[in-house]
């Protein structure tokens, strides 16, 4: 995985499901160390763009590719045949957290190192010192560390998306893909997980590009935003030029209802 290649490039992707073109004709080029948000109204194609970059569905066949770090994920509707190593980079993060539920915290996290441990040493629960070690320092990094032994399906929300980030973390990924991330949370444990994110970026260098329903959330977190409507890319740049005439362009008159927090820009 080369350092300097972009954490994604997509050139004309597109993907339909049945009548309907979830994506059509995407490009875009994310850098490395970029912090991207990506908006749009429900339905506008953001999750199926984050599940086509993580190569956890095809694309249509055809002209469309998708790479990441440099690595080809899929093209011409096909997954690449090392589609698990570079997804090994990438650190996924749900909605719903997708933690195990009836496994410890801990366990959910050192889940994240399965990928370089003997799969039988794992399966028996004899993890490594030093991979224990990492996973507790993630676990405590992400502000966890006290619920370590509870079962997951206990922990609120904010807790598990915090143990989900510490996963990721435990998994050496190179990048963050974050799908609604927080969407199921309150808005003190959203803005927790937000900056949690952004330190990831700032401080450790990880790309990361996170789907946001709260555009407050976007224009605060993130320097730039993508905005898909109708699958396509109908804005690509800063947060900072996000104006009140641009968000009636993505979302409608109704704006006010993509703001969580704040209100819309006048
Ligand atoms: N597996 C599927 N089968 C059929 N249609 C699908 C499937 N996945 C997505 N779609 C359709 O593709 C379009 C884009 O869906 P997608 O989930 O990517 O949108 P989204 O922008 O993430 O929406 P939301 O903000 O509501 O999560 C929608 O019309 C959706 O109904």
């Not at 590719?65 to 997954?79: D, P």
Request: glycine share 12%; charged share 20%.
């Amino acid at each position: 995985m080369s350092q300097t290649a972009p954490l994604l490039v997509a050139r004309d992707v597109s993907k339909t499901f049945g009548a309907r073109k979830a994506l059509d004709g995407v490009s875009v080029t994310v850098g490395a160390g970029e912090m991207v948000a990506l908006i749009g109204p429900s339905g506008s194609g953001k999750s199926t763009l984050l599940r086509s970059i993580s190569g956890l569905q095809t694309i249509d066949p055809g002209k469309g590719e998708i790479e990441v770090f440099g690595r080809a994920v899929q093209k011409n509707g096909r997954l690449a045949g090392d589609v698990r190593r570079t997804r090994g980079g990438l650190g996924m993060i749900f909605q719903q957290f997708n933690l195990v539920g009836r496994l410890t915290l801990f366990t959910n996290v050192m889940l994240g190192a399965l990928g370089r441990l003997n799969p039988a040493v794992a399966l028996l629960g004899w993890w490594p010192g030093a991979e224990k070690n990492k996973a507790m320092a993630a676990l405590h990094r992400v502000g966890v560390s006290d619920y370590a032994g509870q079962r997951a399906n206990t922990l609120s929300g904010g807790q598990q998306q915090r143990g989900a980030i510490a996963r990721a973390i435990l998994q050496g990924a190179k990048a963050i893909l974050a799908d609604e991330p927080v969407a199921s949370l309150d808005p003190v444990s959203a803005r927790r997980v937000m900056d949690l994110l952004v330190e990831l970026n700032s401080r450790d260098g990880l790309g990361v590009i996170v789907t946001l329903h709260q555009v407050d959330y976007a224009i605060r977190y993130c320097r730039r935003v993508i905005a898909l409507k109708a699958g396509k890319v109908v804005y690509d740049g800063p947060a900072s030029e996000l104006n009140r005439e641009r968000l009636i362009d993505i979302y409608g008159p109704e704006i006010e209802e993509a703001f969580w927090e704040g209100g819309a820009p006048a």
